[in-house]
């Protein structure tokens, strides 16, 4: 994809590949049971994007967040920009094989900008809202959470590329014209 060797025709299918990888860093984190977020000192309290439990060993109190808006809210926008992210997803895949990849790249990198909003939204207001809900103690945020994060960023840097690429691709295969900065009069 860049200048240092790579053959483009090999690479272009890096991008899509981080989509996937983003795909599914989304789904663990919106599937996770264990947990978003869990108290540090006895593991006796645990919450994730759909519900919070508090006990120990086999005797949970489970009660669902989705009474709260802002538990609606994170819900929704995760799981919105998951579905955007397959669409981004699909159409990159579509978009590799067609003659007119070009004209699917900037539409794709804008489609990644939406989710990247999405997401960072929901990932903010999650730990707003649940430390305002819990008073008591400090709260360590969990893998489930990161990989929430993890797809984020790798949306981020997708959308980059994607919004970036058609305008070097002609630099990357070799096609572009010389330019010089020096001629003779």
Same mark, same amino acid.
């Given at each position: /994809? &860049? ?11 890096? @991008? ?8 599914? &860093? $989304?789904?663990?984190?919106?599937? #996770? ?5 869990? $108290? ?8 994730? /994007? ?10 949970? $109190?489970?009660?669902?967040? /989705?009474? &709260? ?8 926008? /995760?799981?919105? +920009? ?6 981004? !997803?699909?159409?990159?895949? @579509? ?6 990849? *070009? ?16 997401? @960072?939204?929901?990932? @903010? ?5 649940? *430390?305002?809900?819990? !008073? ?9 959470? +990161? !990989? ?13 590329? !994607? ?6 691709? $002609?630099?990357?295969? +070799?096609? #572009? ?9």
């Amino acid at each position: /994809m &860049f200048r240092c060797g790579i053959a483009y025709t090999r690479c272009r299918w890096i @991008v899509p590949l981080l989509l996937l990888f983003a795909i599914i &860093f $989304d789904i663990i984190a919106i599937a #996770a049971t264990s947990g978003w977020v869990e $108290d540090e000192d006895a593991k006796s309290h645990y919450a994730n /994007m759909w519900k919070q439990c508090r006990g120990r060993n086999d005797n949970w $109190d489970c009660k669902s967040l /989705m009474e &709260f808006p802002w538990a609606q809210a994170v819900a929704a926008l /995760m799981i919105i +920009g998951l579905i955007i992210l397959i669409i981004a !997803f699909i159409i990159s895949c @579509v978009g590799l094989w067609c003659a007119f990849k *070009n004209a699917l790249l900037p539409p794709i990198g804008a489609l990644l900008i939406i989710v990247v909003v999405l997401q @960072v939204i929901a990932l @903010v207001i999650y730990p707003c809202k649940f *430390n305002e809900l819990i !008073f008591e103690g400090h709260y360590y945020y969990t893998w489930a959470y +990161g !990989f929430g994060w993890g797809a984020t960023v790798l949306c981020i840097g997708c959308s980059v590329l !994607f919004c970036c690429l058609p305008r070097y691709e $002609d630099e990357v295969t +070799g096609m #572009a014209k010389t330019k010089y900065i020096y001629s003779s009069a």
